[in-house]
């Protein structure tokens, strides 16, 4: 089949403009349906262009009203509306935002124009958002005649910033109703829903939180996908690892933090914002993350809301590499087996041998829910003539 492969962020078109470097499952998506002779085309979406010579397209989702999930959202929507049977991925554990970004576009049609005033200069003197190129320019205009300085301190930015207004202004009505159109419509016609997921795990989690119109979710397993990221990373010695905890995110987790008395240290890893708030460290690769969770005993899972539902997170497979005990919280790893039931304070009262011998039985746990590639590439090529045979495909007006 003649596959269209196109998404939201940057990751999810392939673009080398990445602000930020993560596990790429999309581009293993990708090669997989490439090895098995499908003819993919990965890349970002202009709204009008003809998407007639494709069978379906894979659509990664992700939040339109976000920074990250504007790169390609424009394009996103115009192929959902295109008629072609679609996938539908969500690839990030926080998909009530991918609605809730449909929704802004539907209650807020002039986002489609929204311009930003991007830089210090304007603070307390001019608007950060505009909805019209001409206000957005007089704006910036204002503060260099009032403060010539302002000119190097401040530009503007296009919020989709890769579709100017000649390729959105005449489809602005479609693209608006195909985002009106995701929370129910777009499902009811046949979609197929994609999510991250281990093998193990109780769906209903994820399930009821997402439309009654949705068709069975496709639990994909991208663990095959980061085996070759894990080689040369030989745990160390118990000598060498830490007594300590080690927390890394993108995002920080101040109420769940709050709840918790450590008698181990905290240290943090992740984003900016993050670090920002808790100090640590920032780090750009996701060999980075394994080495820093290689040197300590102690790994936090904090929770998610449809904890115990086998979202895939590759905490799991990276401590178990290492040899480092993975706590989670709410009973999200109770489905892999007893060693995933540990608590904190049990954790903390071990002697080495019996961190050695949890971290080991952890990963002996986990290792029988592995799927190997063929099985991914089996799943990945099941996905897509599911959706060339059940999605009807949904266009605006049709």
Request: charged share 25%; net charge neutral.
């Amino acid at each position: 089949m003649r596959v269209l492969f196109t998404g939201c962020t940057a990751i999810q078109i392939n673009s080398q403009n990445r602000t930020i470097q993560k596990i790429d499952v999309p581009a293993s998506i990708v090669d997989v349906l490439r090895s098995r002779g499908h003819e993919v085309d990965w890349r970002k979406v202009t709204p009008g262009e003809d998407l007639g010579a494709y069978d379906v397209a894979w659509v990664c989702l992700a939040p339109i009203n976000s920074l990250n999930g504007r790169a390609g959202a424009m394009g996103s929507l115009y192929a959902l509306s295109s008629g072609l049977p679609c996938v539908g991925f969500f690839d990030d554990w926080q998909f009530p935002a991918v609605f809730n970004g449909m929704r802004a576009l539907m209650r807020k049609p002039e986002m489609l124009y929204k311009y930003m005033l991007v830089g210090a200069a304007h603070r307390g003197e001019e608007a950060a958002t505009y909805f019209n190129r001409e206000e957005v320019y007089a704006a910036r205009a204002r503060l260099i005649a009032a403060n010539p300085e302002a000119e190097k301190k401040t530009y503007i930015d296009r919020y989709y910033y890769q579709d100017d207004d000649e390729h959105v202004a005449p489809y602005a009505e479609r693209l608006v109703a195909t985002a009106a159109a995701f929370d129910k419509e777009r499902w009811a016609r046949g979609m197929t829903p994609v999510v991250p997921m281990y093998a193990w795990g109780d769906r209903t989690g994820v399930r009821k939180r997402m439309p009654g119109e949705m068709g069975p979710i496709e639990p994909l397993d991208p663990s095959s996908t980061i085996y070759p990221t894990l080689v040369g990373h030989e745990p160390l010695t118990p000598d060498e690892k830490k007594r300590t905890w080690m927390l890394g995110a993108l995002m920080p987790h101040d109420v769940w933090l709050q709840k918790k008395e450590f008698a181990w240290p905290v240290e943090y890893m992740g984003a900016k914002n993050m670090v920002k708030k808790y100090g640590g460290e920032r780090v750009k690769t996701e060999s980075e993350v394994i080495d820093r969770y290689n040197q300590v005993w102690g790994i936090l899972s904090p929770p998610y809301p449809h904890a115990g539902s086998g979202w895939w997170r590759s905490r799991f497979m990276y401590s178990a590499k290492v040899r480092s005990v993975l706590v989670c919280d709410k009973g999200e790893g109770d489905p892999i087996g007893p060693a995933y039931k540990v608590r904190m304070l049990q954790v903390e009262a071990m002697n080495t041998r019996q961190l050695m011998q949890l971290a080991d039985d952890q990963a002996g746990q986990l290792r029988e829910y592995m799927p190997g590639p063929d099985t991914f590439a089996d799943h990945c090529e099941h996905i897509i003539y599911r959706a060339k045979q059940e999605d009807r495909g949904w266009t605006y007006g049709g």
